[in-house]
Every structure is written in C-alpha cells, then in structure tokens.
C-alpha cells in the first residue's frame, strides 16, 4: 500500500518538476541539442553558459528584471501598507460583516482582469501613469490587496483583543497601540501577505501586458520573445522569473499558517 | 473621599441593556469588588471604567474628573485583565517597563521601578524570560507587577484568580490583600466567586441584571439579602424561599432563611426527609412540608424518608422576591 503511495508521489512530483526541468535543459544545453532539434535531448548531453551570457547581455532583459522588481516590490509595499489599516478596521466588525465586506472586495478579482485593464490603461495614459512601474503596481494592487487583506484580517483576528486594550490602559494611544503591540503580533502574517503580493505581481501578465507594454516587465518580455520565435532566450529570461519565485516559496512556507486564514483563538 | 463614581450609566448590547442605569460611588483605598455570575456584564462594568468600552449614557467621574469620553490611555488606570494580556513578543522585564515606557520615563528610572516591584512579587529571577515560558503564577504577578509598576489612580482586576490552581490561589489572595494594604489603593475586583469576594473585599456590588442589587460588606449580603435572587446566589447553599402560611406565619409572600438558622432541638415543625449530602463538614437535608422543598443544615446523616423535627431561629419575609420586612 506504501508503495503505491510512494510511486504515486514520484509521478506526482515528476509531472510538477518537469517543466522547470526543461528550462534549465534549454538555459544550459547548447540549442543545437534542445530548441533546434525537431525531437530534443532530453538528457543534458552537454552543458553550456552562452545561452544565459546572452540573457544577461541583453540590455532589455535587465531593464524588464528592473522594472519587474520595482513593480513587485511597490505592490508588496503598497499591499501592506494599505491591507494592514483595512484590516485592523475590519478586524473591529463582527466577524460576518467582516468576512462580507472582504467578499466584497475580491468580486473585482471576479472580473476578467482584461475587462478592468483597458479602461485604467486609457486613463493612466491621461494622468502619466502609463507604463510607468508605480501604475502598473496600482492595477495590480486590485489583485493584491484583498489577498492581503483577507490574510491580514485572519492575522489581527488571532491576536486577543486583550492585548490591544493591555497596551491602551497601560498609556497607549492608538497609533503608539498598533505599532507596539498589534504590528510587531501581526508580523508573520505581513510577511506571508508581503511575499503573496510579491509573488502575485511578479508574474501577472494581463495588467502588465496593457498598462507598461512599451518598457515591459520581465513576464511580458518573454511573451514577445516567444511570439517572435527567439525561444532560447525566452527561456533563458524564464529562469530568472522562475528562480526568485521558488526562493521565496521557500520562505512563504515559514510563514503560511493556518491560523491567519482561520482567525482562530491563540493565547 | 470619593475615588470613582459611576452616574446612572447604560450600556447596551443591541437592544439589551447589559448595564442598566448603574451608580455607584467607590471610596478612595477601597477593596470593591463587583460579584454576579458570568454573564451579567461585569466586565463590561470593568471596560466602562477602563474606557475600553463607552456607555451609551451617564457619566463616570474619577478624583471628581469627568472621564466619560477620555480614551483609556488618559484616565490613569490600572487593568489586570483575566488572561493576563501579557505581551507576547515582550520578555517579563519589557512587559513590566512597558507601562513606564509610555509615560516616558527614563531608563535608569524604568529599570529601578521594575526591579523594585520585580523583587516585591518575587519574580526577579525571570525577568530576562520570555512570557510564554513561565508559569501561570508566574504570568499573574507578571500581570500584577505591570499593574503596580506606576502610580495609578484606580486598579481594575477582571477575576484574575481564575486561570489558576487552587493551592496557587490562597496564596494569590493573601498576596492581593496585603499589596492593597501596603500600596494604599483602590481596587475594583471582578469575580464569580463568592468566597474569593468574601475574602479580599471592604464592600461587595452584587451585579444583577444591569445593576447592583445591592453593596455591602459579606456579612450584610449573607445575613440580609435584599431580594431573593441575591439569598439564592451568596453563600456555598443558597437561601431557602418558602411560602410563609406553611410555617403558619400569617403574611402573604415568601420567608427566607438559611439552612443553618433552624434549632433542632426545638420540635415545632417535621418536615419529611428526600435527599442529605455532604458539604465541607455539615449535612444537609433536603426536606419537604407540604408543598414546599428547603435545605436544613442538620447534625447527623438523615435517611430518605425520614422525619426531622426543627424550628426556624431567625427569617426575613420577602414580597415578589424582594425585601419586606425585618424579622
């Protein structure tokens, strides 16, 4: 019965890994052997760093990496900074309005995001935010901020209020309440929602592909390498959107808990 | 002198008025506590004065300063709350100095004070530990010391007995006391329990739906309960409430007596025997005359069924539950 359950797993985890597996067969394999050939190697039959030499040296790639970077970093920012406020906010409502109000604000998740970037894309053009980083990382914020909000509701909703009204009788005032106690509490849960965030804009596509087409970031790169048949590089640029994710995956696993989405008691 | 006073304040959950129209005046190095079963809003009373919570009218006064609508950073009190709330991501020392913190007090000051009070509660030894890693005596001195650490006008304890063992208890209470004694304070004390509100309190507020039935000392409360309800809760064997025309007392309502205020020896009613057990060291019989059922503290185990004879030394008539008369 182990068994089973073992070759099962093997497969499982083979047809999980197999993708990023053919990525570095055609970052490292010279091309000769994998995007030139009708049936490609399958094994690395020789290894080369050329392909990511020319990655590297192209000077599009860096600025997309750049400005993924800064895209993924202010929807991290932006996310908590405004997912920590609305979420203390709901965390003060009875739990069901809470929980309705945060439904709410994933129904623009609901949406084909297709449907939503056209329109912010037109007016972006208007007030200069148009394919600058800063837009494009506030389109993307509708995706991100009910994740971390939602996250971060579960995450207050786990600390006893208590402690809060602790720190008010002990002198206190609100903010000095929140950054002292609540935050410092809060914080494997800003972190998990500050990874998600990360994450969530560091590979979308559609907002990006609309609002910041002409300096692209690095996921809409490869889209237009790929469409027009430079697949080597596409791959290439490839590894390093994939590697940063699998890093922080990593790390987000220290801090994904059950309890932040459950909004359990702890003492 | 008047420390606290609560002018007529209402509180409601929804349509349900938890404090009702409540006023009370607390004295100044007072030990008041306030007593009533869970549920009967006596840690909302407790918020109210904390300022954690606001009353939907009235007004409270602390030194004769209205504080109706300070925040609870502003009214200069003290709050031990019953799961402690101490800070998790703050060791014992942190916890302590946090209060000492906000008022922004020096270092040197804040380190004298901890250790001062540190050494009184005898927790000197763990003050560079961790809260999650000490015991729950240990985290109720914690608590206590962070409450103590300044110089508050009020201290607020909602049953901060109750996490603890028995054995640990006693020794909590001994503690309470002569720390109120010592630090000449007032203390607002929450609890269910009547034999701790016995021991630690100077008067007693018995909350009962949304106000206090009524305040006085144990013996006051034990001896003469103002309504039924209050016979019924005081005391490890609540108040027997039986109609007066049974022990041919001509008055239309209830006499209430307590199990041990008959004479045995004195063989003027017999009531018939249906259940005895034992409480501490007395029995008690559950015994029925006619159409009513009522406890007597009797001196020997009695068989069901059995015929007790006795006389009631001492009652008090009550009318729809309340107070009538003296004896």
């Known amino acids: ?267 | 002198m008047i420390k606290l006073e609560l002018d007529s304040i209402t509180k409601r959950y929804g349509k349900r008025a938890v404090i009702n129209e409540l006023s009370v005046k607390i004295m100044d190095n007072e030990f008041f506590v306030i007593l009533g079963p869970s549920g009967e809003g006596k840690s909302t009373l407790l918020r109210l004065i904390a300022g954690i919570e606001k009353p939907d009218s009235g007004k409270i006064y602390i030194d004769g300063k209205d504080v109706t609508e300070l925040p609870p950073n502003k009214r200069n009190i003290a709050m031990v709350f019953q799961n402690y709330a101490l800070y998790p991501n703050k060791n014992v020392f942190e916890n302590i100095a946090f209060p000492l913190k906000m008022m922004k007090l020096s270092k040197e000051e804040i380190n004298k004070r901890v250790n001062e009070i540190a050494e009184r509660l005898g927790i000197k030894e763990i003050l560079d530990k961790p809260v999650t890693k000490i015991s729950g005596g240990q985290q109720q001195r914690v608590a206590l010391a962070r409450a103590l650490v300044r110089d508050p006008s009020l201290f607020l304890l909602d049953e901060p007995l109750s996490n603890i063992d028995p054995r640990t208890r006693f020794s909590a209470i001994k503690l309470l006391k002569s720390i109120q004694k010592e630090y000449k304070k007032t203390f607002i004390y929450v609890t269910h329990n009547h034999a701790e509100a016995a021991t630690l309190a100077d008067r007693i507020g018995v909350l009962h739906e949304g106000k206090f039935e009524q305040i006085g000392n144990y013996n006051e409360l034990y001896e003469r309960p103002l309504t039924k309800w209050i016979g019924e809760f005081i005391g490890d064997v609540p108040m027997n409430f039986v109609n007066a025309k049974v022990f041919k007392i001509d008055f239309e309502g209830e006499i209430g007596f307590r199990p041990e205020w008959v004479n045995l020896d004195d063989k003027v009613f017999e009531c018939e025997v249906e259940s005895s057990e034992i409480i501490g060291d007395s029995y008690y019989v559950s015994c029925r005359m006619e159409t009513e059922n009522f406890v007597i503290r009797a001196d020997r185990k009695y068989d069901i069924g059995e015929k007790l004879k006795f006389s009631i030394t001492k009652y008090y008539k009550y009318i729809n539950g309340k107070l009538a008369s003296n004896f």
């Open chain 1, 1 to 267: 019965m182990n068994k089973i359950i073992y070759i099962i797993l093997v497969i499982f985890i083979i047809f999980l890994i197999y993708p990023i597996y053919v990525l570095f067969l055609v970052s490292f394999v010279p091309a000769i052997f994998t995007v030139d050939r009708l049936y490609p190697y399958q094994f690395p039959v020789a290894l080369t760093l050329s392909n990511l030499e020319l990655a590297l040296s192209n000077p599009q790639m860096i600025h997309a990496v750049y400005k993924s970077l800064e895209t993924a970093t202010l929807v991290g920012i932006i996310a908590v900074s405004l997912g920590i406020p609305t979420a203390y906010g709901l965390s003060k409502l009875p739990e069901k309005i809470a929980y309705a109000i945060t439904t709410i604000l994933f129904t623009v998740n609901m949406m084909p995001s297709i449907v939503i970037a056209i329109p912010i894309a037109a007016d972006f053009i208007k007030i200069g935010l148009f394919d600058t980083a800063l837009g494009l990382a506030l389109a993307q914020e509708l995706i991100a901020l009910p994740l971390t909000s939602f996250i971060l509701l579960g995450t207050f909703q786990s600390i006893p209020p208590e402690l809060e009204y602790q720190a008010r009788v002990d002198g206190a005032g609100l903010f000095r309440s929140i950054f002292e106690v609540l935050i410092p509490l809060a914080r494997e849960g800003i972190i998990a929602s500050f990874l998600l965030s990360w994450m969530l804009s560091w590979d979308e596509f559609t907002f990006a592909v609309l609002i910041s087409p002409i300096r692209p970031t690095l996921p809409v790169l490869i889209y237009l390498y790929t469409t027009r048949g430079n697949i080597l590089e596409a791959a290439a640029f490839s590894l390093f959107l994939t590697i940063p994710v699998l890093i922080l995956t990593v790390f987000l696993q220290k801090y994904l808990r059950g309890e932040y989405l459950g909004g359990g008691l702890k003492g």
